[in-house]
């Protein structure tokens, strides 16, 4: 038998790393998602894709599109449907913050990370702006010079 992991453990399952190179990150919170239960059965299994994922007000609360959570195998016809928009657990004022400043600077909510912490699954939400090509080929060479530099270092 498997021994529980600790209360406070975080078990990461998913990252958008695309997000970070296409976009600028402002802002980010963690939020709570509304699962059914074959889609956390399949989370943990790490099935998940975020990378075309997007979050965006309906209403008075956010929900989170175009992230594919593979069907789960046991859950047969009781399974779920993997692209369906999942609803955010946030408090109000966040959601209206959130949401405003979306709207008004025309910036994205997007999925960053998601992941299990004390046995919920979390998810990290980003405000991000998106980069000019420029702005990518900058953090490429930035990140090129940096890795020459450690070579540099380490041969020393």
């Given at each position: ?75 047969g016809l009781f399974g779920h ?41 979390k998810l990290q939400l980003g ?30």
């Amino acid at each position: 038998m498997r021994e529980k992991p600790p209360k406070a453990a975080v078990r990461k399952v998913a990252e958008n790393r695309q997000a970070h190179f296409f976009y600028e990150i402002e802002d980010s919170l963690e939020v709570g998602i509304e699962l059914l239960g074959s889609e956390v059965k399949s989370l943990r299994d790490g099935k998940v894709s975020l990378a075309e994922g997007y979050a965006a007000p309906k209403g008075r609360e956010l929900f989170l599109y175009k992230v594919h959570i593979a069907p789960y195998k046991a859950a047969g016809l009781f399974g779920h449907e993997p692209l369906r928009p999942r609803r955010l657990l946030l408090h109000r004022r966040e959601v209206e913050k959130f949401s405003a400043k979306a709207r008004e600077r025309g910036l994205t909510l997007l999925p960053l990370s998601l992941y299990f912490k004390a046995g919920w699954a979390k998810l990290q939400l980003g405000l991000c702006i998106g980069k000019k090509h420029a702005d990518r080929r900058r953090d490429i060479k930035e990140r090129q010079m940096q890795r020459e530099m450690a070579v540099a270092l380490r041969r020393r």
